[in-house]
């Protein structure tokens, strides 16, 4: 059969409520055209993000009810660890409420003035925490995983030699490598198991610690069963534990790839940095075997581990992104390829070449995507990047729009759909206007400021 079908049957079901393109226009103006401020009620197609908005699944509902309360050492507690220990075997996991929670812990110890720490592409909250702590975050990702038109297999690789370098320059003001899977910052790219052995023994040669960002390590391993040399016959969870045996620890958000609607870890080896850190962790999180989850959260997130590498979930999973990506390029809407794991990355600035830069083509395609079809999608351009610390605007690397897919949540129709939208706009995508910023906040901005249409 060529079709591959949701792995599923949907058991419960939540209304879309229906709204006209004249609502919308209303709703946009109400939200001074910022998506954020939208109600979501008012979404038909929510891409906002994948980050906890995923379906649990029977089987981890059921776990809810399972969910032990007790404040120390709750078999809940025991299930997860056991969960995650099957697939990471790290010596020490420890529970946090989200992924930046695990980072801010790590990079308060780990961290600290003039300190250096590369990665392949630090994700944005994961530079955060490394900034707060007064160190700098380094990118190191391949020549092709900057070019959107490069259809390398593994484009989220970190690139060897400019690691080597780099160790070699920054010595001992490196505390440790990171390394981000899938590349979540650089269009949800992956990485190949022979690159994360390489960055591993990078790391291992110059004495730091190798830590894994793992948000999509499940996304990650289908890429590589499918895409690297002799890994074909391999099952995900043997690739998975090949990912991280050579690491010394991880990060993660369960609101990824554990089909979580909350949560998170820090797994580590070393046993003082685990003791370290699960004294930070009950200054701010909670005790080390609840962190600052609920019982029943820990609960679904064993059960979301066991059910996240199944072949047949990531197949579909993989599958209707690249669809998408495969039908947008055919009207073509220039889109990053090839398809990574959870998002559709649309090149706004080359689609919308009418409108600079400084006036958001990225914003201006978000918007119309909302206004026409009802769907909510990002701007990952010169709204999020361009405002620097002086208060001046340079327009970001690239402007792009990212249609993140919620896993297990909209159909093969709400895809069609979607292209649909595309192929509607791409016919007035040229009367389109670009936006300019009416009132914005020092840091952050793409999260609440306000937007006009420039010539409304
Ligand atoms: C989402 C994400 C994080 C942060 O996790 P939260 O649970 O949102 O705090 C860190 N790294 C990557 C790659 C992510 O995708």
Redesign the pocket.
């Known amino acids: 059969m060529k079709t591959i079908i949701e792995p599923f049957r949907i058991k419960a079901v939540e209304p879309i409520r229906m709204t006209t393109r004249d609502e919308r226009r209303v709703l946009l103006k109400d939200a001074q055209y910022n998506l954020f401020a939208l109600k979501s009620d008012d979404v038909l197609i929510d891409l906002l993000t994948d980050?906890g908005t995923g379906a649990m699944s029977a089987a981890q509902w059921a776990a809810v009810m399972q969910g032990d309360e007790s404040y120390a050492g709750s078999p809940s507690f025991y299930r997860f660890e056991a969960a995650v220990k099957n697939l990471m075997p790290f010596r020490h996991v420890i529970p946090t409420h989200?992924?930046?929670?695990a980072?801010a812990i790590l990079f308060s110890i780990l961290g600290g003035a003039g300190k250096n720490i590369p990665s392949n592409t630090h994700?944005d909250?994961?530079r955060g925490n490394i900034e707060a702590s007064g160190a700098h975050g380094h990118d190191l990702v391949i020549a092709e995983g900057k070019d959107p038109a490069s259809d390398h297999p593994f484009k989220g690789n970190m690139d060897l030699d400019r690691l080597d370098a780099y160790l070699q320059e920054h010595g001992d003001s490196v505390p440790c490598v990171m390394l981000?899977i899938t590349n979540?910052a650089g269009g949800g790219q992956p990485v190949s198991l022979e690159n994360i052995r390489g960055t591993a023994a990078l790391a291992k040669k110059y004495g730091k610690p190798f830590f894994i960002?793992g948000?999509?390590f499940a996304e990650n391993a289908w890429f590589i069963k499918t895409r690297e040399a002799g890994q074909g016959d391999r099952s995900i969870p043997e690739i998975v534990r090949d990912c991280f045996a050579d690491a010394d620890g991880m990060?993660m958000?369960a609101?990824?790839d554990a089909f979580g609607n909350i949560g998170?870890w820090l797994a580590l080896n070393d046993d003082d940095l685990a003791d370290e850190a699960r004294t930070h962790l009950i200054r701010t999180e909670g005790f080390p075997t609840y962190g600052g989850l609920s019982g029943r959260d820990l609960d679904a997130l064993a059960q979301g581990l066991s059910e996240i590498v199944d072949e047949d979930y990531l197949r579909y999973r993989i599958r209707t992104n690249a669809y998408i990506i495969e039908r947008l390029d055919a009207l073509g809407v220039p889109v990053v390829k090839p398809a990574g794991g959870h998002a559709v990355f649309v090149d706004a600035r080359a689609w919308l070449s009418h409108i600079p830069p400084t006036a958001y083509p990225g914003q201006a395609l978000a918007v119309a995507l909302y206004e026409l079809g009802g769907i909510r999608s990002c701007e990952i351009g010169t709204v999020m990047f361009g405002r620097q610390p002086d208060g001046s605007e340079v327009p970001a690397a690239m402007d792009l729009v990212r249609l993140a897919i919620p896993r297990r949540t909209y159909t093969q129709s709400h895809a069609d759909y979607m292209i649909e939208v595309f192929e509607e706009l791409a016919a007035i995508k040229d009367t389109l206007t670009g936006f300019t910023i009416t009132k914005e906040p020092k840091q952050l901005r793409h999260f609440t400021c306000a937007f006009s249409p420039l010539g409304a």
């Open positions: 980050s989200q992924g930046r929670a980072e994700f909250t994961t981000t979540n960002d948000c999509r990060t958000s609101k990824k998170g």
